[in-house]
């Protein structure tokens, strides 16, 4: 009988980067942002047994409770995967994702040069911000092991689950798995603010608590590192702010402007010649100019500032992509789904 080990193990043979399961289906393998389809449709039961031996009974417990459940797994080789494991239509299914063993670096990743500043920074907010499967999470290892290579720092990660493992370099490391370390991000984020951190490092920015404490952190004296789910820069500063009922936006967009020291929006785009994947980057540097722009509640301009930003490392998604472009990586069309204004763009192009 098939394990899940099995197609765990097709996973990385076939450098997927990701496995979608539900009954009814054959398993999914994403390779190279494709998917690709595998053997025959798993019955609903067969699936169920697959996917509970991955779980603990107090791991059961909790998907049966809430329907839905996320965890790390890792293979006895020692192969690390990011695991949800949820219903659909009344049965088990679950998205896989596999974290890469070796921790990320800047240069392999193609980030640009700028983002090992960030690494040199003693306080402030840190975002990054891109759809799901983007790579974010990677990127803020990648600032994280800057750090830890860097400088004598306490980092605190709150994760949920733990994907990239730390080990102490120049940095003392704790890594706190929601779950089984912490109840939730609110909780973890307030008692961690108490355990003497230097940078703390939050999966993800989910509730209006989790930012509110976050954005406080960053201006007490905290390095705070975090990430959500939007297109671009500018719409990150406003989601943060929209969070917040209205009598409560003034205050936040005045501690933003002094806390946000820079937003990283990422896209991860197939390669022209079918490789493998490429990251576009949107970079704004938080200046003096954006801190206006943000208290003003006119963040509408913060492109104009970026378009004018390069001698701060800014760049535009629609920049990052037309430099792909024209080094033969992407393709026109994948280029202008991406693009911000893809009539601007093909006038970029020329």
Known sequence: MEKIEDLLNKMVKENASDLILEAGAPAALRINGDLRFDRKPYAAAELKTLLLSMLSPEQQARLEKDRQIDFSYELPSGERFRSNVHYQRGSLAAA??????VLPDRKILHLPEVVEDLANLESGLIIVTGPTGSGKTTTQASIVELINRKRAAHIITIEDPIEYMFKNNKSVIEQREIGS??????????????????????????????????VTAAETGHLILSNLHTANATNAIDRIIDVFPSHQQNQIRNQLALCLQAVIAQQLIPKIDK????????????????????????????????????????????????????????????????????????????
């Open 181 to 214: 370390d912490a109840n939730d991000f609110p909780s973890a984020l307030r008692a961690a603010v108490r355990e003497n951190p230097d940078v703390i490092l939050i999966g993800e920015m989910r509730d209006l608590e989790t930012i509110s404490t976050a």
């Open 275 to 350: 490789s493998g994947l490429i990251i576009a980057v949107e970079y704004l540097k938080v200046t003096p100019a954006v801190q206006n722009l943000i208290r003003r509640n006119q963040t509408y301009e913060i492109p104009s500032l970026m378009a004018v930003g390069k001698k701060y490392g800014m760049q535009s998604m629609d920049e990052s992509l037309a430099n792909l472009y024209k080094k033969d990586l992407i393709s026109m069309d994948q280029a202008l789904v991406r693009s911000t204004d893809p009539e601007a763009f093909k006038k970029r192009i020329g």
């Open 96 to 101: 896989i994702r596999a974290v890469p063993n």
